[in-house]
């Protein structure tokens, strides 16, 4: 069974950088899809970012298009999250997620059957 752990994240002032690591055991990623997701407090989960699980297919939400970029790395079955610019409404606990498919990827949670435990992100404002 597909196991994954974020780690990366912490406190960042405004305009700075993080990178966030989604890391699998029990299966290698080369059959998965990947989306990372948030959620700020008081507010539902939102899909940010996808790769398709051959990594010709990335979408991201419009909030983060042109800051963060979703990047997968087959040799250390690592999905990255690098997030440049933060502001501090990026603040949030951030979720990987993981699906069986090819070609695709979706930012709708109900899609993904494998969640890691979250890392929490904060910019204060």
């Known amino acids: 069974q597909l196991q994954l752990v974020e780690s990366g994240g912490g406190l960042v002032q405004s305009g700075g950088s993080l990178r966030l690591s989604c890391a699998a055991s029990?299966?290698?990623?080369?059959?998965?899809?990947i989306g990372w997701f948030r959620q700020a407090p008081g507010k539902e989960r939102e899909g940010i970012a996808c790769v398709s699980s051959e990594g010709g297919i990335t979408n991201y939400a419009d909030s983060v298009k042109g800051r963060f970029t979703i990047i997968r790395d087959a040799a250390r079955n690592t999905v990255y999250l690098q997030m440049n610019s933060l502001r501090p409404e990026d603040t949030a606990t951030y979720y990987c997620?993981?699906?069986?498919?090819?070609?695709?990827?979706?930012?709708?949670?109900?899609?993904?059957?494998?969640w890691g435990q979250g890392t929490q992100v904060t910019v204060p404002a």
């Open positions: 029990g299966r290698t990623l080369d059959t998965y899809a």
């Open positions: 997620a993981g699906e069986i498919s090819w070609a695709h990827c979706t930012m709708r949670q109900h899609d993904y059957d494998y």
